[in-house]
């Protein structure tokens, strides 16, 4: 069964970078028939797209985000992370990792974790 | 961006009930649509993928139909397990967008 978990600093300083981590555990982050996603979620709010990245470094932004993200994979410890520079109060929101299934529909994810920008 | 509207923004329904829920494109994203369900607190479910394909595991009484702009989500015979929010996720282009959502009420 795949599992994945966030982990990060749940509290961070307006105009500091947001930084998650998600373990992927049941599956490798290897596999060639994934891509690796961040998506968030405002409180009491719906859900937004980040981007994902593959094995192979290949990553894909949303535009509205781009500037700031970057996502990353260390296939050696099956995790992969997401970066966000200069947050503000806008981006506190629960961050989800997820798989992609080729790209498309995302059948796994974590629990989610809840970053708040505060200062 | 594709806009993805969901219809109705709350829903509410006694257990038995068959609930439809409506999600529309603002282009044409083929079958390339996903429905997922939230419940408070917890990470989304994925139901339905490919417009109408089922999710293994997931209940029969949940099934998908559409294709091109408009689709649906249809539960049939409501069950207690099932009052939750209910997302549709485009992935014909990216970025993937989602609908923003409808929730799912006891009558």
């Known amino acids: 069964q795949v599992q994945l978990q966030e982990s990060g600093p749940g509290l961070v300083k307006p105009s500091e970078t947001l930084s998650l981590t998600c373990t992927v555990s049941g599956g490798s982050v290897r596999s060639g028939s994934y891509y690796w996603s961040w998506i968030r979620q405002p409180p009491g709010k719906g859900l937004e797209w980040i981007g994902y990245i593959y094995y192979s470094g290949s990553t894909n932004y949303s535009p509205s985000l781009k500037s700031r993200v970057t996502i990353s994979v260390d296939t050696s410890k099956n995790q992969f992370s997401l970066k966000l520079s200069s947050v503000t109060a806008a981006d506190t929101a629960v961050y989800y990792c997820?798989?992609?299934?080729?790209?498309?529909?995302?059948?796994?994810w974590g629990q989610g974790t809840l970053v708040t920008v505060s200062s | 961006d594709i806009q993805m509207t969901q219809s109705p923004s709350t829903l509410s329904a006694s257990v038995g009930d068959r609930v439809t829920i409506t999600c529309r494109a603002s282009?044409?994203?083929?079958?390339?649509l996903a429905w997922y369900q939230q419940k408070p607190g917890k990470a989304p479910k994925l139901l339905i993928y490919k417009a109408s394909s089922l999710e293994s595991g997931v209940p029969s009484r949940f099934s998908g139909s559409g294709s091109g702009t408009e689709f649906t989500l249809t539960i049939n015979s409501l069950q207690p397990d099932d009052f939750a929010t209910y997302y549709c996720q485009q992935y014909n282009s990216s970025p993937w967008t989602f609908g923003q959502g409808t929730k799912v009420e006891i009558k």
């Open positions: 997820a798989r992609e299934v080729g790209a498309t529909a995302m059948d796994y």
């Open positions: 282009q044409s994203i083929s079958s390339w």
